[in-house]
């Protein structure tokens, strides 16, 4: 297939640059999107692309520039002008309202009306068809969208999107939180759009789906549009080669061989742990320098289990055993102490790790206030000696460490999370997801870091759903499925193909499969 | 990290800590201050002498121990609406604890402020155990509160009057020319400084004001954290009240009612923000002397009460026009 | 059937203040002496009518997530003005009623501008608007006084037919023509989102602004509206600082029983109404029990407590700890 478009060009992004404060988050951006075709637009985190479909749909306006629609310049000054000129957006971060109703949601930009007042009949009808386009016609219009699970929001969202009948179409990171069944769903909806002669632009951070799904792809780096180039023109390691505009080489520090001290109990075990439905006799075992992995496809009990494991549900049955010795762990306050020494790396950063506006000295420290503390009066000195040791340990880059937290980078900012935590010396780290959104660089110093505090003793528990950081970092893997775990895999076991076949409870004609 | 910024950390560090954390709000407040000042020095030149900046400030000092309590629980992202019977059962309790011969008028103090914990104790264990909206659960507790006074007192003011202890804590001067009631007040500000800046609570307090869940997720008993908050502030406002019984000999009905709302408003006119999380001791100061000042130059200058009310509302309005906005969306 | 479970879940706030408000109804009305005769119903209606409207504005305000502690002060503020200019004949009287309504809501609207394009906290923007509606009450009524329209106020506080209170039907109108039509516009629903998630709601484009400024401007004229009835009730005006602050304070407690979340984005002003009547109740109800009146606000303030700390048993169902910090 040929990367010159075979009609014109609906819109076009010419020279665009906006930024925030001092950082220059696009710069220069060309863009050209054409209907009938999906394009995909990659790069690292903080390359603009977030930026660049804000300024698209109408969220931000752009600081230089213009945007030409259908050959006539616009300016789109609210999300509301954008989707009448015909441009609709599924956010990333999700646009619904909670508390109102799926129909309510669909329609919201521009409810039918009779006499003034919203029709409530043409409303539901509206939305019936719209969940019927985008597949997801088992969600019930009435319902409300706060007792949703996360990946029906998301179709309400794509179906939302939809119900603008819109010329074109930005989905950003909008599969992020689906099922694999829903996916698939998706793609035939995009497929069809796309024939229909809708202009799609596709954000996302997966490879293989950009490889099933796009038609056209743009690489950002910098704020900068870096290449164009038609889908399948270029190989993986190429695109992640201009992704990050280096050598892709070397990513995992080799595995050590945990040393297996006979007769020690694991340092945490639990054994037929369950929660409600969601959590079903999970049993494990971590022992001292081994960094066990947690896979499978997203929401499939990962999260609860290290929720469960740090104390933070209620109602959990089986035992959990620390050194051997049952543990009965009911808040964080009691898993962070000794003996347990438990740390947890949560899943959101922004809401879960740190506090945003406080500075980087204050959630540095915050977890161990009780370290620094004597009486409950904190020891500044002993505070700023510990906060120097892990800002030179994790190489924390900050403009001081009484700036806001907020200020700080992505990765940076992790960093920040995790040695919140290291500064207590944690013997059982639980770590939910922690490259998710982070650049290149700095998952690199955490793989690197992860090995290293195994290498020291700790007990390491990792969920990620990027499966070449399982294959890349675990010495075994535990996958879990609808809450179970479905396979373990150790060893020269770890590879991609296995752990996706796993994940998907497909079996992969090598070993058999519970459940 | 490069040499160039880790010097720069260390010379900041190394500024003294009000100047390191001044806060424009704090700085705009002081400001106010001083034009208040001047405008009143227009009007009588009484206004610039040292007896009238004493008499202010002392005036200032019972708004300013309620403001302190106030502030914790607003930097929680909270807010407390039982002050006014909070200060009425303090005040007519340690009064009513007098007339129990010389053991009572020992205690008469610790009685007072002991109702307040009680109070905030309620207060605490509804935010923080039961997770009951804060506006409503002090909002009743202050129901409750003057349910039990009008109980106690028949519905009429009560004729105990205040122990000597509390009047000389309110109106004596150990210091001469320097009230009694402005030394209180320092005590408990240099008392909250330390308690904010220094201390693993404060901390805590500032954490939950701007992630709950992130302290609690840190491993901090945020539940005890947040019922202490409303335990100080329960105790601050009968302490509050107590020695406005002192400054006026006795308790009344509903001598706390006009002290809700400008604890509130001093405590945002300081900086802090009324969504948690942010603000400085030092703003909370500024704001009581404010707020005091714009009530003593109103009074002052023989304006009717209903001009009063008028002109205080409008100031609160402009100054929080001036520096009390959000962000905008975009 | 599965439509109506999703009825009930829209319903859940409204129909729980209802039942507060039937149960309480119910017992006080078992233990009256007269019972249930049109002479009780109405008293209790005529008693319960003022908070009502009061609520229903805080209803208005609460839902966009904002707060309205001016709400008391605007209720006595029009009650001073309606008894200095809702008097004479037929036009004169409907003028100065409307004139009424026109001050309450501008007085909401300027509690709509500070919060919205002031971007002011609503706690602090509504106690110093608060302030100047009560000191500008004072100005018009240092010492209470004024006359109203008796032939007006007495059909208004009378009784339809001999049994239908009219100050119910009074209230059931002003549900028909200012809070349905409120309830079923994009501005109502703008209102609505914004209360439940502003950033979302934003990104939808919705007209946040619009709906948060015309919840500000009905709620300023509904606490108009009380005023009216008060003045109807009282034939005169007072500027009564207690009795101000006592219809914020109660008004959001009658909120939080009607089912309307603090946090905005859930409930209806309906709830409220129910909410405010089952506050009132209970006073009422000390009153049917011959408890000395002395006991009386104690035991409201104990029957409010655990009100709002029923509540919080749907906290023993939360299984997740981090549900808490939703």
Redesign the interface.
Known sequence: MSAAGISAPLFRMEGVSRRYGGVRALENAHLEVVPGRIHAILGENGAGKSTLIKIMAG???PDEGRMLLDGREVTFR????A?AAGIACV?Q?????????VA??IV??N?P?RF???DRRAQRALAQEALLRAGADDI?P???VK?LPLSRRQMVEIA?ALALKPRALILDEATSALTAGDVAKVFAVLRRLRDEGLAILYISHRMQEIAELADTCTVFRNGRNVATFAAGSRSNSEIVEMMIGREYSHVFPPKGKPAAAPGKPPVLECRNLG??DRLRDVSLAVGEGEVVGLGGLEGQGQR?LL?AL?G????VTGSVLVDGRPAAIS???E???RPFSMA?I?EDRK????????TVR?NL???A??HV?RG???D?RKE?QLIDDM??LL????????VPVAALSGGNQQKVVLA?WLMRRPRIILLNDPTRGIDVGTKQELYRLLRRLAETGAAIIFYSTDYDELVGCCDRVLVLYDGRVIRELAGDEINERALIASALNVGDGQAETAA | MSETSESRVSIRARLPGFLRRADPAVLTAFGCILLLLLFGSLYSSNFLSLDYLLQQLKVASFLGVVAAGMMVVILLGHIDLSVPWVMTTGAMMACAAAGFGSMGIVAAIPVGVLCGVAIGLLNGVGVAYLRIPSMIVTLASNVVAQGLMVVYTGGFSPQDSAPPAVRWLATGALVPGLPNAILVWLAVSAAMIFLLTRTAFGRAVYGIGNSERAAFLSGVGTRRVVMTAFVLSGALSAFGGVLLAGYASKAAQAMGDAYLLPSIAAVVLGGTSILGGRGSYLGTVAGVILITLLQSILSVMQMPEAGRQIVYGAVIIVMLLLYGRAPPNR | MNEWRYWLGEQRGTLTGLAIFLAMFAVYVANHPAGFTANVVHTAANKGVLLAFVAMAQALVVITAGIDLSVGMIFVLTNCLASWIVVGAALPTALGAAAVLVVGALCGALNGLLVIYGRLQPIVATIATGAIYFGLALLLRPYPGGSVNEALADALTGRFFGVIPSSLVALAAVVLVVWLPFRRSVIGRAAYAAGSSEQAAFMSGVPIRRGKFMAYLLGGLLAGMGGLFLTFFTYTGEAAYASGSAYTLWSIAAVVLGGVSLYGGRGSAVGAIFGAFAARTTGDMLFAFDVDPLWQPLLQGIVLMIAVSIGSLALLRVRNRLDWFQ
Do not use: C, Q, Y
């Open positions: 969220v931000v306006a609210s999300p509301a002008e989707a956010f971060e999700l646009s619904l309202i909670p508390d109102l109703s309510d949601n919201i930009s409810p009306r003034g007042m919203i019930h009435r319902a409300a007792d939302k929660w409600t609860l929720l740090f933070v549900l209620r109602g808040s964080p306050a898993a962070r102490e947890l949560p809401t879960e790790g740190l506090m945003l506006p406080m204050e420290s915050f977890a206030l009780d503390a409950g009066i904190i500044r700023e800002v030179r190489e924390i880059k900050t403009a001081g460490l009484d919140k």
